[in-house]
């Protein structure tokens, strides 16, 4: 379906819904955890979101999964939801959250490295292995960060948790491109947060969490951030977000990557008065170009 049968309108407010609601969702995580102990919050946003996708593909007709599809869903809910966005909800502990976002964009170095390393893996292509190299100097330069919460530098553990979340996503992409949840992505996707909420929840519960749980302290604040999170990030921009791969060519619908970095930490900076420095900058700018060599990369291999 070319991109001239859709309206410019309809095309520029999928773009903002997943460039903007995305990047804002770093933020909004922040503000989530502040009375509401962060597994479980991300629990809520997941169960709530898989639930209403699930049952939005049932409404529309779509078949019953299969047990097969559901045992794919455990998986990419474990590796993407648990490992994936539990991680970030924790890190944003101790990581501002601009900061998270950019580090989160490293998933493409990443995937870059694991789809070479993997048996029967291709050697990366020059220009691939130059991202992979500019990708991994970022993000030496952003945990080398000084002035972060007074600490001088971006908190060891938070930027160690980050990575292993973004492994753990690249490592749960490349298992979703080999195996089909469900014939229907909004299907899929209900699937696997509601799985990832599953997993959430137990770790949640084996972290202490619910000796965190003060359902008399909870803020507003922290309940409005939830519940933008579970309506806008995990409903409105997925589905924004699929409607584009079909409206458009994956690679520009994939471009939000080079954005909500930006987004995040200038929002960061504006709200939560999060600091920008000329290193933060610096470094943001040095893993978005990588983002973009390994993305153009694979566009001209495609």
């Known amino acids: 379906m070319s991109e001239t049968k859709h309206t410019t309108g309809r095309l520029v407010m999928a773009f903002a819904a997943v460039y903007l609601i995305w990047g804002s969702t770093y933020?909004?995580?922040?503000?989530?955890?502040?009375?509401?102990?962060?597994?479980?919050?991300?629990?809520?946003?997941?169960?709530?979101?898989?639930?209403?996708?699930?049952?939005?593909?049932?409404?529309?007709?779509?078949p019953r999964p299969t047990a097969g599809g559901w045992k794919h869903a455990a998986v990419l809910g474990f590796m993407l939801i648990l490992c994936?966005?539990?991680?970030?909800?924790?890190a944003e502990q101790w990581v501002?959250?601009?900061l998270t976002a950019v580090i989160v964009s490293t998933v493409s170095v990443?995937?870059?490295?694991?789809?070479?390393?993997?048996p029967g893996g291709r050697r990366p292509t020059v220009q691939v292995a130059v991202g992979?190299?500019?990708?991994?100097?970022?993000?030496?330069m952003l945990i080398g960060v000084g002035t972060i919460r007074g600490a001088g530098r971006v908190d060891p553990a938070g930027a160690i948790i980050?990575?292993?979340s973004t492994m753990s996503w690249a490592a749960g992409s490349l298992y979703s491109q080999r195996v089909q949840v469900a014939a229907s992505p909004l299907q899929a996707s209900g699937m696997q947060m509601i799985s990832g909420g599953v997993f959430?929840?137990?770790?949640?519960?084996?972290?202490?969490?619910?000796?965190?749980?003060?359902?008399?302290?909870?803020?507003?604040?922290?309940?409005l951030?939830?519940?933008y999170l579970t309506i806008f990030g995990s409903v409105i921009a997925f589905t924004a977000y699929n409607w584009l791969l079909k409206a458009t060519t994956p690679a520009r619908a994939s471009t939000y990557a080079y954005v909500n970095p930006a987004v995040a930490v200038l929002l960061g900076w504006a709200i939560a008065g999060e600091p920008i420095t000329p290193r933060i900058i610096m470094s943001m700018v040095v893993i978005v170009a990588a983002v973009t060599i390994i993305t153009m990369a694979r566009r001209q291999t495609a």
């Open 27 to 62: 933020l909004a995580i922040r503000y989530a955890i502040q009375t509401l102990p962060p597994l479980w919050m991300a629990t809520a946003r997941f169960l709530a979101g898989g639930l209403i996708l699930y049952g939005l593909s049932r409404l529309r007709g779509e």
């Open 84 to 90: 994936g966005n539990g991680a970030v909800v924790v």
């Open 96 to 98: 501002p959250s601009g």
């Open 110 to 118: 990443w995937v870059a490295i694991f789809s070479w390393l993997r």
């Open 132 to 140: 992979i190299v500019v990708g991994l100097a970022g993000v030496v």
């Open 162 to 164: 980050l990575l292993v």
């Open 200 to 223: 959430l929840a137990l770790a949640g519960g084996l972290a202490g969490e619910a000796s965190q749980l003060n359902l008399a302290g909870i803020s507003t604040v922290s309940i």
């Open 225 to 227: 951030a939830l519940a």
